[in-house]
């Protein structure tokens, strides 16, 4: 089939290259022309891994392209993606103007019959909204020209991306005609090879199973950060309580995981939609208005822990703190959101100056923060820490799970390690030398020198 994809940031460029893999001529457009150029010199403007390579292969052979022209990307294309962004909006819900103007382009160009697939993450009823605009613009060229509208919602995980459109877990499809969801059945059926995991449902329902999918996960997280603060208060171990938990068929282990808060382009965003959305419609998600704000003050908390660590050291005006991880999630260039952001601005309010270091999201930290008083760009963990007070693991990259622990302790001027991530065990820190706190455990370094607890 000749697809078009509208929109190459993570959705859109895996999306289009995916299908190419698997044999369909794809077009990728983007209104961004520097971006488009970037892609067609063999440049990927995203960090998302074993991308870069399906890319290459696939413009090599012909089956993917690149271009900012609407008029050559939708002329022949039997289906087109829309995969554009659907920011937030100042009420909290999502925005549609790309969506909208998006399908509007495609029905000033589109020459015969069309489906046009919402790839973007959209609120219920957007898919009707797309129809009528469609409708609007080709009644305004008096074309009679058939077009079907499907709601076809992603499911990829920044850093496991390609992967994910691979072997998805699940493809749904939200059609309101069998002849359009024969047609989608038929497009993905290279995917479904080994384990039939196609899902056709009715529009509205498959767009809301994304946001409801969103929202769980979200809640997960929520809870489990929430549950930490008790845990530390009555001197539990979230991280034992997370396997207990976990070993329950019916509850799992996967994001169980106490931390410093989610960020991205989805979750956040994804979460007040939905609670938009479901006050437009007079009805209050009371639980997830709570998953919001238990994210947002959990992004305080490891600040908030370092400043209290330093509250009877004379403050954090003149000390330097690394901070290990910037980009929201490992395996991602992705700050949307990221509570390391949060972090960095709490620490400089303190007085603190801040020495940052993340493989891969460097720049994309540099371009979002205006102002670089108190901040030192470092090129590994190992500058970072140098001279450092104390070390703030806020990213859990691989890299950063067997540091020399000993070279570590000798570099800093402090000795105080804050894990977000709780990628360390306690007493081995402790022993290692460190002060060492994490999230919804007790503080072994307060243990040791003043009770001389052990802990199992």
Same mark, same amino acid.
């Given at each position: ?66 271009? !900012? ?5 939708? %002329? ?43 790839? !973007?993450?959209?609120?219920? +009823? ?95 997280? !929520? ?36 931390? #410093? ?18 006050? %437009? ?84 930290? %540099?371009?979002? #923060? ?81 009770? +001389?607890?052990?802990?199992?």
């Amino acid at each position: 089939m000749k697809l078009t994809i509208i929109g190459t940031g993570y959705v859109g460029l895996v999306t289009g290259t995916c299908f190419a893999e698997m044999g369909h001529h794809v077009t990728c457009l983007d209104i961004n022309q520097e971006k488009i150029d970037t892609l067609k010199q063999g440049q990927i403007p995203i960090y998302e891994p074993g991308l870069e390579e399906i890319v290459k292969r696939n413009v090599s052979d012909g089956r993917l392209q690149f271009t !900012s022209d609407y008029a050559e990307a939708v %002329k022949d294309a039997l289906v087109c993606f829309l995969a554009v962004p659907t920011p937030e909006g100042e009420d909290g819900s999502a925005d549609l103007k790309y969506v909208l103007q998006a399908s509007r382009q495609v029905a000033e160009h589109m020459q015969d019959y069309t489906v046009i697939v919402d790839k !973007s993450t959209v609120p219920v +009823g957007t898919a009707r909204q797309v129809k009528t605009v469609i409708s609007e613009e080709l009644e305004k060229r008096s074309a009679n020209i058939e077009f079907d509208v499907v709601s076809n919602p992603e499911f990829l995980k920044e850093g496991n991306a390609v992967a994910d459109f691979m072997k998805p877990d699940r493809v749904v499809i939200g059609v309101d005609n069998v002849r359009v969801g024969a047609l989608m059945k038929e497009l993905y059926a290279p995917f479904m090879l080994n384990h039939e995991r196609l899902i056709i449902m009715d529009i509205f329902s498959a767009e809301m199973t994304k946001y409801a999918s969103n929202a769980m996960l979200a809640t997960r997280i !929520s809870f489990m950060n929430d549950l930490s603060h008790i845990c530390e208060t009555v001197g539990a171990d979230i991280n034992k309580v997370r396997l207990g938990m976990g070993s329950d068929r019916r509850i799992g282990n996967l994001f169980l995981y106490p931390g #410093i808060g989610y960020g991205g382009s989805c979750f956040p965003k994804d979460v007040k939609a939905l609670c938009k959305t479901a006050k %437009k419609n007079g009805h209050s998600l009371s639980i997830l208005e709570a998953v919001d704000n238990v994210n947002n003050e959990q992004k305080k908390l490891l600040g908030n822990k370092i400043i209290s660590y330093y509250a009877d050291k004379g403050g954090l005006e003149d000390k330097t703190i690394a901070l290990w991880g910037l980009s929201f999630k490992p395996e991602t260039d992705d700050i949307r959101e990221a509570p390391a952001l949060v972090l960095i601005e709490q620490l400089r309010a303190e007085g603190a100056t801040v020495r940052l270091f993340d493989p891969v999201s460097m720049d994309n930290v %540099k371009r979002s #923060i205006a102002n670089h008083d108190n901040i030192e760009w470092c090129n590994d963990e190992m500058e970072a820490a140098e001279n450092s007070d104390a070390i703030a693991l806020v990213t859990e990259w691989r890299r950063f799970r067997f540091p020399d622990y000993t070279a570590l302790l000798n570099s800093m001027k402090g000795n105080a390690f804050f894990d977000g991530r709780n990628q360390h065990e306690p007493l081995d820190m402790a022993g290692r030398g460190f002060d060492y706190i994490s999230i919804g455990r007790r503080d072994v370094y307060a243990d040791t020198k003043q009770k +001389g607890l052990a802990i199992i």
